[in-house]
């Protein structure tokens, strides 16, 4: 059998203007597994987010886009590229949502002659949102262009000694300069998805210490890998206890989303003394509007305004040479010897 390898991020609009940010939010938001209600009650919940949001983050993507286009885009597709020089083996990249679309990527894997693939989602947590989504739209894309392609899914890798050692060795030159405080913001989900992802039915929750009680449902658990994370880089990277958080941003809508609000902690930890702060947004591994306009531009802001001195976030691995080193790991690992 002919190998080949899959990577799969998120997406973004084609360009910064209001149809196709319009375009890419419609795709987004009507996925069921983003928002998840019926049909009909959501397309009339995204019609009214459709009203006014296309605009105000076509204004928030021209702050972040590039001379390449989309950042996030962009940064994959180099990612792509020297991911496959390392490697030796065809590797697509595909959007969840938008361009690069999964059914061309599998397309081009099959007329390759791909017929063993690997999928990667390039989301190191479990959501349903997220990691979930993406293995689904490719296997139903599979279904039809390549119905005979063997697909492979690596596994969430939020506490992958590879994954963390990465972003250990991106942070440590921050680290090494000081902060009074190191705040791990991860993206937010509504809390109903916790317990939709639940396999157990009566764990995620239910209990103020749920994530770090053992269960069959921390596998599905976004909220517990998040934690795994925060405590697995601090551990490798001796970052002292009381002196790290974990925060969640990104939040739409009212309903109940994970806690502590990332804007919420920006604002209040001035008050605790807290003036020198590094943030970090491992949920992410490619830079995009989350991470370099909703925090590097607006939390920076919050945090400032709130009477904080300094500001500095870490990149997202993007092209670090540990990511693309783990990259390799998971798939020589799948390859065997």
């Known amino acids: 059998m002919s190998k080949g390898i899959l990577l799969v991020n998120l997406g973004s609009p084609d360009s910064t203007s209001v149809s196709d940010v319009r375009r890419y939010l419609n795709e987004f938001l009507m996925d069921g597994r983003v928002m998840d209600v019926p049909w009909l009650l959501r397309r009339l919940i995204v019609g009214m987010i459709l009203i006014r949001r296309p605009a105000e983050s076509a204004h928030a993507y021209k702050k972040i886009w590039t001379p390449e286009g989309s950042p996030l885009v962009a940064t994959s597709r180099r990612v792509q590229t020297r991911f496959r020089e390392r490697l030796g083996l065809p590797v697509e990249l595909a959007m969840r949502y938008q361009k690069p679309s999964i059914p061309a990527a599998l397309q081009r894997l099959r007329d390759g002659g791909v017929d063993d693939l690997l999928l990667i989602p390039m989301f190191p947590h479990y959501a349903m949102s997220s990691y979930e989504t993406a293995v689904e739209r490719v296997k139903s894309a599979a279904a039809r262009v390549a119905p005979q392609m063997l697909i492979t899914v690596q596994p969430p890798y939020y506490d992958h000694p590879d994954y963390i050692a ?10 090494a300069s000081g902060c009074d405080h190191f705040l791990f913001s991860f993206h937010g989900i509504p809390e109903r998805h916790l317990k939709t992802s639940d396999p157990t039915g009566r764990h995620c929750l239910t209990a103020t ?52 609000y990332t804007d919420f902690v920006l604002a209040g930890l001035p008050a605790r003394n807290i003036k020198n702060l590094l943030v970090i947004c491992p949920a992410f591994v490619s830079d995009c509007l989350e991470t370099l306009e909703e925090i590097s531009i607006r939390g920076r802001e919050t945090f400032l305004a709130a009477g904080g001195l300094q ?26 010897p």
């Open 166 to 175: 990465a972003l250990a060795e991106s942070a440590s030159d921050f680290l």
């Open 311 to 336: 500001f500095r976030q870490i990149p997202c691995l993007n092209e670090h040479p540990g990511w693309i080193a783990a990259l390799e790991k998971m798939a020589r690992n799948w390859i065997g």
């Open 209 to 260: 210490d749920c994530c770090h009680t053992e269960s069959t449902a921390h596998p599905f658990c976004y909220r517990h890998q998040c934690f795994r994370t925060a405590e697995e880089l601090a551990r490798t990277a001796k970052i002292p206890a009381g002196k790290w958080s974990v925060s969640f941003q990104s939040r739409l809508g009212s309903d109940p989303w994970l806690k502590p």
